[in-house]
């Protein structure tokens, strides 16, 4: 059964962002799908630590951007982040960066969660699965 979760958050690009050609230097997306991952998980209650005190890490698996459009400095973008919740053991962010009506790069990266200690992979556990519930 699929269960998605959807949120939006600000960003806006730092002179540091961007490269000699005043772009947002390519490898920094992936920054920003860290933000709109955690800012997705805290909007429905969860913190990342929160996980790692109940025993579990969520490494990177894979992670994939398509450049669409060149941001810039100054410029405010919208991450668009979504997690769709499969029951399987690796889960799946995507993302879609837009400025204004403007579309950015998409994406997505998927996780495994592991249990700290043996890094085995295991089902995302109940704390996690609880978001999906509203309950925490």
């Keep these: 059964m699929k269960q998605v979760l959807k949120h939006?958050?600000?960003f806006r690009v730092r002179?540091?962002?961007?490269?000699?050609?005043?772009?947002?230097?390519?490898?920094?997306?992936?920054?920003f799908f860290e933000t709109g991952r955690t800012e997705l998980m805290r909007n429905y209650g969860l913190l990342y630590t929160d996980v790692e005190k109940n025993g579990f890490m969520l490494p990177l698996v894979d992670c994939y951007v398509k450049y669409l459009s060149p941001a810039k400095y100054d410029d405010?973008?919208?991450?668009?982040?979504?997690?769709?919740?499969e029951n399987k053991a690796i889960i799946e962010f995507k993302y879609n960066i837009i400025c204004g009506n403007t579309p950015i790069a998409s994406g997505h990266?998927?996780?495994?969660?592991v249990k700290q200690g043996n890094m085995k992979a295991?089902?995302?556990p109940k704390i996690f699965l609880n978001i999906f519930k509203g309950t925490k």
């Design 8 to 10: 939006t958050s600000s």
């Design 15 to 31: 002179y540091a962002d961007t490269d000699k050609m005043g772009v947002v230097y390519n490898g920094n997306y992936f920054a």
């Design 76 to 85: 405010v973008l919208e991450i668009n982040t979504e997690i769709v919740l």
């Design 109 to 113: 990266t998927k996780h495994v969660f």
């Design 122 to 124: 295991v089902r995302p």
